[in-house]
């Protein structure tokens, strides 16, 4: 089963700074189709798929974004960089991880100016933005 690597990789690099890019983003397409929403959402909680953006054809049977980017099969991953360049595709398991780790921003200096960019909402040298991280809300202690 792919659901816990991408788990795993979405919650070790979603923050993460890149050479190309700010931050991991995963975007679910499913290949249930109709009537299978409630099967479908109830996988989403169970398998805590927790990224923002999921689409599958659970109501009508027509999946525009599987016929978009070509999914045939289940798992398919299309690895993105922030220029919209297609890296890799269908790489599963810990090649992902490893496929995310080497694109990764290395340099200290560079690391500091994204961060500081990033915190402060504005912009980097080139004109790029850097997305705001959201802070975790504390848990309240009663």
Known sequence: ??????VSAWKHYKD???TKGNGFEVFSVS??????????KQAIQTDSLNWKWHVGAVDDGNNP???QYQV??????????????????DVHGPALEQ????????DPARIAEMEKARNGGTKL????SVKKVKKEKAAKKS
């Open 16 to 18: 993460g700074y890149y």
């Open 99 to 106: 496929l995310l780790d080497g694109l990764v921003e290395k």
């Open 125 to 128: 040298p080139g004109g790029k």
């Open 65 to 67: 974004a599987a016929n």
């Open 72 to 89: 045939q099969f289940i798992p398919t991953n299309v690895v993105i960089d922030g220029e919209g360049k297609v890296l890799a595709t």
């Open 31 to 40: 290949l249930d189709r109709a009537g299978a929403a409630n099967a479908w």
């Open 1 to 6: 089963m792919e659901n816990p690597h991408v």
